[in-house]
């Protein structure tokens, strides 16, 4: 079935240096991304999305690239600080817009070394 | 504050005793939708609902029941609970062309002994 899927379940980078998580998806059909944080013991918390219509956006210190023709997704942090320690999923939604809910990737785990 | 509620936060029970858990949303949410969350399989959506009266099957509905008779509120039911069913739970809701996304409760935590 369509999935949404992450590259790497963990990603280590040092504080204050950039960090890409990337997500490929396979649905076609997919017209809205978002992209979630997770920090533990917490629910999912939005950060950024983009919809089939555009190929970047950019939030603070976040920015979100959207390639189509490769179904490919990725969250770009700027200047990672320890609070940006989390699990972070990629989510999308067909043309409803989201109507029928969500369909996410596994996560990536960011670790920001000191 | 713009929210989602889920009560309880946690709760443990006994196989085959019904239980209910609520969620509730103050942003006048047209959509719903109910997650479970476990290790290595990610978020996975259970049931769904895009308006009162309005309910459909997510990926893994098996054992569970919903019921969406007011804007604000999506109760999830498990009938008859079993082990499998121990996990993480996520309400979620979302305005009407999913603008912003869907905002999601604390979590329930759920074990079924």
């Known amino acids: 079935g369509e999935s949404v899927g992450l590259h790497l379940p963990t990603l280590s980078v040092q504080e204050g240096d950039n960090s890409i998580i990337n997500c490929a998806y396979s649905n076609s059909a997919s017209d809205y991304f978002i992209w979630y944080k997770q920090e533990s013991g917490k629910g999912p918390q939005f950060i950024i999305d983009?919809?089939?219509?555009?190929d970047k956006r950019q939030g603070q210190r976040v920015t979100v690239l959207l390639n189509k023709t490769v179904k490919h997704l990725s969250l770009q942090i700027a200047a990672t600080q320890p609070g940006d320690s989390a699990v972070y999923f990629c989510?999308?939604?067909?043309?409803?817009?989201?109507?029928?809910?969500?369909?996410f990737g596994k996560g990536t785990h960011l670790i920001i070394q000191p | 504050e713009a929210q989602v509620t889920q009560n309880p936060r946690y709760l443990i029970t006994v196989t085959g005793k019904k239980l209910t858990v609520t969620c509730s949303q103050n942003?006048?949410?047209?959509?719903m939708s109910w997650y479970r969350q476990d290790p290595g399989l990610g978020l996975r959506q259970i049931y769904y609902s895009m308006n009162v009266e309005v309910t459909d099957k997510g990926d893994v509905p098996e054992g569970y029941k919903v019921s969406r008779k007011e804007k604000r509120n999506f109760p999830l039911i498990l009938e008859s609970p079993s082990p499998n069913q121990t996990s993480l739970y996520f309400c979620?809701?979302?305005?009407?062309?999913?603008?912003?996304?869907?905002?999601f409760g604390s979590g329930t935590r759920l074990t079924v002994v």
């Open positions: 942003m006048n949410h047209e959509y």
């Open positions: 979620a809701s979302g305005g009407q062309g999913g603008i912003y996304g869907y905002t």
């Open positions: 983009i919809r089939s219509n555009m």
């Open positions: 989510a999308e939604a067909d043309s409803g817009g989201g109507a029928d809910g969500l369909t």
